[in-house]
Nanobody
Framework: QVQLVESGGGLVQAGGSLRLSCAASGLTLSDYAVGWFRQAPGKEREFAAAINWSGSSRDYADSVKGRSTISRDNAKNTVYLQMNSLKPEDTAVYYC???????????????WGQGTQVTVSS
C-alpha cells in the first residue's frame, strides 16, 4: 500500500521557518517526481513547488519562490520543503504528491498525502 505522510507543520510566527517532510512507503520515491501543494481555507488547492526524481529540476510558484526550497533525500525516501520568512498568507494545509512523470504533477498526480497544517500568525 502506497502512503505519503507529511509532517513538520505547526504554528509559527510571521517571519519564522518550517521544514515540511514527505515520507513515502510502499514505493521507491526516487522513481517519482514530487510536488508540494497547499490549500488555504475557502480556496482551491494550488501548486507550491516540485522536484524531479534526481533533484536536478525544481520549480516554484511565485508565491513561495525565493523563500522556499524543495529538496529530496532518496536514501530516506523523503522529500522536504524548507519554508522561510513565512507570512500569514502561507497559512494552509500542505500536501505532497508523487507521480512518475514530472509534467503530470500539476495535472493530477498519482499519489497524495493527507496533508499537514501550517498556520502563520501575524
Amino acid at each position: 500500500q502506497v502512503q505519503l505522510v507529511e509532517s513538520g507543520g505547526g504554528l509559527v510566527q510571521a517571519g519564522g521557518s518550517l521544514r515540511l517532510s514527505c515520507a513515502a512507503s510502499g514505493l521507491t520515491l526516487s522513481d517519482y517526481a514530487v510536488g508540494w501543494f497547499r490549500q488555504a481555507p475557502g480556496k482551491e488547492r494550488e501548486f507550491a513547488a516540485a522536484i524531479n526524481w534526481s533533484g536536478s529540476s525544481r520549480d516554484y510558484a511565485d508565491s513561495v519562490k525565493g523563500r522556499s526550497t524543495i529538496s529530496r533525500d532518496n536514501a530516506k525516501n523523503t522529500v522536504y520543503l524548507q519554508m522561510n520568512s513565512l507570512k500569514p498568507e502561507d497559512t494552509a494545509v500542505y500536501y505532497c504528491a508523487a507521480d512518475g512523470f514530472y509534467s503530470r504533477l500539476t495535472r493530477g498526480p498519482g499519489y497524495w498525502g493527507q496533508g499537514t497544517q501550517v498556520t502563520v500568525s501575524s
